[in-house]
């Protein structure tokens, strides 16, 4: 059986996404980039919502590798090798190495997770949150950089109500500190 991580940079007030993207978080340096390469290394399967989706693509595109060093390349490489689920019903077609899940994104997962071995990695605060609400996440990672970004896309989603029990943290390059939570029991009233 697998295991559903959702692991996501955010502010400290809990944003994943600036109100504007003119100001946002920070891009990661080599070395916290570094940290994100092996996390998608032992990443057996990704899933992604349409949005996150969207944005991840970059690392598909070969125009990338003109401007990227060996840290973001690694990544790149890490990523097109890492299977994806792109849960969406208004995409038509998704790139190399995913597979587009139209309906029943629940019961897709549910089955994933009982016949496959691994990390199965999720990205995107909506998708978590149905994920959450079915009790199908394992662990949250909450990589939280040191600013205030005052508003934007949150890490867990409004109605989201959820018992956890901490798994520990680290201190990351840039000033992150990763938060590791357990769900500790059903979700709250």
């Known amino acids: 059986m697998s295991t559903i991580v959702y692991a996501m940079l955010m502010s400290l007030d809990g944003y994943v996404t600036a109100p504007q993207q003119e100001f946002g978080l920070p891009i990661p340096q080599a070395e916290l980039h570094r940290h994100f390469n092996q996390l998608m ?19 598909d595109s070969p125009e990338r590798e003109q401007d990227s060093g060996e840290v973001e390349m690694d990544f790149a490489y890490a990523w097109r090798e890492t299977p994806k689920l792109v849960f969406s019903t208004t995409l038509r077609e998704v790139g190399p190495n995913a597979t587009l899940v139209s309906s029943d994104a629940m019961e897709v997962v549910r089955s994933l997770k009982a016949e496959s071995d691994g990390e199965i990695g999720v990205a ?9 609400r079915s009790g199908l996440i394992d662990e949250y990672r909450l990589y939280q950089h040191p600013l205030v970004l005052g508003g934007g896309k949150p890490y867990f989603q409004p109605g989201l109500s959820l018992k956890l029990k901490s798994l520990g943290s680290e201190s990351l390059p840039q000033g992150v500190t990763l938060l590791r939570f357990a769900p500790a029991g059903p979700e709250l009233p």
């Open 124 to 132: 995107g605060p909506t998708l978590a949150a149905e994920l959450a």
């Open 41 to 59: 290394r032992q990443t057996s399967v990704a899933l992604y919502g349409r949005r996150m989706y969207e944005v991840m693509r970059y690392w």
